[in-house]
């Protein structure tokens, strides 16, 4: 691997100030961690964008949640080919191994990848329809949701396409043998969150009201 | 979807807790971030394990990373195959729409995946070989790595099997033809990073030296 | 006192999000109480496990209940020997002191210190015999509630014990004059309580009946 | 034990509350702390007085802190004497069974055994004095402290004599032998604090600083 360089200095500058305040304030706790394992209450699935942090909105420490990031937090449905698959193989771990008692999936506004998807379904972005095409490829998994928000007002529709990503996961997951015998037996619970960016703003989903305000 | 839950009341708390102090004191950012879009200046690919908070070792802000969690921080090669595969997807949107400066991949001990991995390769997990375990064909992806560590007395190949981990997505990554044009016109470089959750510390690679403290 | 350390950030983060909510829309009863002192309506005696949260069971709020808690939620019988007691120290303030209205012992499920003291009045934990075992010695209290519940058979024993702490805890506390004398002229009562964790159920103790479903 | 009385409605009516919604959408999570058991991450030691409450000022919900109330936050010196000593047993779980990363002494303003304490010892108080005063002979842990702040002017004396009582509490932890060993191993650290009630403000005490707003 004859590619790989040095960290950029001001990185390796965070770190050592990391080093010697959060981790030296803290070090008991992560040695108990490292020797006792992880018993993170939550798994949280949410977009890698850069603008959604999850732990600064719940105040989480190291150790609380379990934490995957894709594009547009979707999660496929259940399709154990013998694939790879690295949604459902985090699902799987959270749910069998670490047993966690809830998942919870976060969308937020301003979500690149679900403008991509509206902007393929709605036939302006040929480069996504294309089979090479990752994130077309990827996005597909949210073009029933794209069915469901087609004819809502053009200034309206990019919000509940977000919505319906949360809504398409949620739904996904259920379609997985070991999430639906989890639920079922209420030994986790799944939620449904919506974040506003720029206002700061959380909505959660609630059967039968839709998305309100926390 | 019937089954979604409120969010428990202590998240609720906290979030309103976030949004009097940190949101009110960065509300300008927020919305700037929210108008003008996200520039983050790295892709960061790290486990979901809820250890391991990259934003907490770089002291990041909203706005600062892109970044996407799975299972142990693997990248698989590059397979445009019609199929959706979630980390191809986040790692082409980061680097041919965010043109994103740096991908790091992130490391760690302790790491579930990583051991699963290990356990499967040496035998002592068939029920990881099956063709429905989603965690057992998402760590084939390390197997190269597996074969690297074999040899490695058996008190440190975890430690050197979750550094092949990162070894193995560098490669990967080099396999997509966006990534090793970017890498090959300077326009973008490649880290390789493994942190010790227990002691704080961390290792980069460097190629001829392998990984060495930062 | 050179060993203290600063607080760990998240917690000063949360702290923070809590004097900018909470205690912002209470500010008026927190001064209040500041000023004018406690007025609680009663002294709770509860186990230090951190499974079992009084204020949250019974929605409780700053100035409502005076709250011991103690390993297995124990009263010693009246010893005033001119030692430190602490347990008993509470019981006086909140009778003599403060006038509580009613005292409450809540048990509970899934009870460390009452597994303690289960193994070590059969035989099978020596070490909390030992005379410097702090927890051994403290789950002396609970000996006259183990014979009590010695043929109870296996798999009811813990939970039977866990209810004869509550009882045990308000047979001593009639051994304190002033509990005595506040119940007989009917200015303070008693109450038994046992909490089921993982079911959220509550039992009181009802005499004649013993512990029911409230 | 024929005293016990029927909980107060209000409490019953609270509880079935609570029941139908806390507990309803955290039911897995408190099934998961029945079965696997608690991993509370720090041990908390702070007083009975109605108008402290951690668990509040610090968004904690179960399971996440070991909390220990008594009068005044205090612990007494390590005596192994075969006697019942009730926050050192509590002390000892934590430490030596749960190994809880963080011990945090909470002191706070306006405190009831604080003052009990400073009139005993400044004479005004002889009832105090008496071989059968519980709180007396509890508060006596303090004369330490009291003895520090006996010329620090009236007005400011009993914040004085609070903060006292945490930092008396500090050292006698570390009197424990198991407390030293873990805080010197660096598995374990200690942390003192003083919150003034009414007006939500919160200090720590840092080394060579004193008690400094966080």
């Known amino acids: ?9 001001y990185l390796i500058q965070r770190f050592h100030g990391w080093r010697a305040t959060t981790y030296a304030g803290n070090k008991a706790w992560y040695r108990r961690l490292a020797e006792s394992g992880q018993h993170p209450r939550a798994m949280v699935i949410s977009c890698c964008d850069s603008r959604v942090h ?17 594009i547009a937090n979707l999660v496929p449905p259940y399709s154990p080919d013998g694939e790879a698959h690295g949604t459902s193989a985090a699902v799987e771990y ?6 966690v008692a809830h998942i919870v999936v976060l969308g937020h ?3 690149g990848g679900v403008k991509g998807c509206h902007d393929m379904c709605s036939g302006i972005a040929p480069e996504l329809e294309l089979r090479s095409s990752f994130v077309g490829r990827w996005m597909d998994i ?24 949360v809504l398409v996961s949620l739904e996904n997951l259920m379609t997985f043998p070991f999430v639906k015998e989890a639920v079922e037996a209420e030994k986790m619970t799944l939620h ?5 960016v720029g206002e700061g ?14």
């Not at 959270?94 to 047993?99: G, H, Q, R």
């Not at 949701?145 to 977000?162: D, K, M, N, S």
């Open 1 to 9: 691997m004859e590619q790989a360089k040095p960290l950029p200095s």
């Open 54 to 70: 999850v732990t600064s909105i719940f105040g989480a420490d190291e150790g609380e949640f379990f934490i995957h990031r894709n």
């Open 94 to 99: 959270a749910v069998t191994a670490l047993k």
């Open 109 to 111: 506004s301003n979500c």
């Open 142 to 165: 949210l073009r029933p949701g794209y069915q469901r928000v087609e004819h809502v007002p053009a200034e309206a529709r990019l919000a509940a396409l977000e919505k319906e990503a």
């Open 192 to 196: 449904g969150l919506w974040t506003n």
């Open 201 to 214: 703003g959380l909505e959660q989903f609630v059967p039968g009201s839709g998305f309100v305000a926390v």
